[in-house]
């Protein structure tokens, strides 16, 4: 119940602009410093993507815990950063797919030069992942 009782807390602490924005820049940071660990840790990969989405979803919310203005583009700019680093580091097979199942609506809008994604979806289609055939299509 812990882990219910905290995931409810920190998606409501992201209903903030300001919040999810800070957030991201802590998690840019993150990713980029503990790339061994995350490589090796199911349950951070699996963090890192509900941080995500969870900031993709709550994209165009105008609610803020403080007066700071955060535009739109910087705020993309630094979603596209993380996908495209955290699509770079080794992942494991059932979180790839995940990502895969995730890149039309959660990914892919949101990444500032698609064709960096080649590499991830050609990765995943030479695994078996038929989904990284159809991605690489889209970016055509």
Same mark, same amino acid.
């Given at each position: ?9 920190? %998606? $409501? ?6 919040? #999810?924005?800070?957030?991201?820049? =802590?998690? @840019?940071?993150?990713?980029?410093? !503990? ?37 739109? %583009? $910087? ?6 950063? #993380?996908?495209?680093?955290?699509? =770079?580091? @080794?992942?494991?097979?059932?979180? !790839? ?44």
């Amino acid at each position: 119940h812990e882990m219910e009782f905290n995931t409810f807390y920190f %998606k $409501n602490f992201l209903n903030y602009k300001d919040a #999810i924005y800070f957030t991201l820049k =802590r998690l @840019n940071i993150f990713v980029r410093s !503990k790339e061994n660990i995350i490589c090796r840790s199911e349950k951070i990969q699996e963090n890192i993507i509900k941080i995500l989405v969870l900031a993709v979803d709550n994209l165009e919310i105008n609610k803020k815990l403080f007066k700071i203005d955060i535009s739109v %583009k $910087n705020y993309k700019k630094l979603i596209s950063k #993380i996908w495209l680093f955290f699509l =770079r580091i @080794n992942l494991k097979a059932n979180i !790839k797919t995940l990502l895969l199942n995730l890149l039309d609506d959660k990914i892919f809008p949101y990444i500032e030069q698609p064709r960096l994604l080649t590499d991830f979806l050609i990765e995943s289609f030479e695994a078996g992942h038929f989904n990284g055939l159809f991605g690489l299509v889209t970016l055509m």
